[in-house]
């Protein structure tokens, strides 16, 4: 998961609940202790602590209008 917002944290917790391991990064933010959420420094240490296939979610805040459905 990178982003532990409002959002970011309650589906990382939900993922834990089911059984799932989740690795966070959020420069901002660290995990609750005890949450069962493994902390990582950067992008690229979640990535390095995942076996594969990797899933990486992204919930991050929009920086400003991204085009993003525009043709």
Do not use: C, K
């Not at 309650?10 to 949450?35: C, I, K, M, N, Y």
């Amino acid at each position: 998961m990178i982003g532990l917002g409002r959002m970011g944290q309650a589906l990382a917790l939900q993922a834990v609940d089911r059984g799932l391991e989740v690795v966070a990064h959020d420069p901002g933010t660290e995990p609750d202790p005890g949450s069962g959420i493994l902390p990582a420094d950067s992008v690229a240490s979640v990535v390095g602590q995942l076996p594969t296939p990797r899933v990486v979610f992204v919930s991050v805040p929009q920086a400003g209008p991204s085009g993003m459905g525009r043709r």
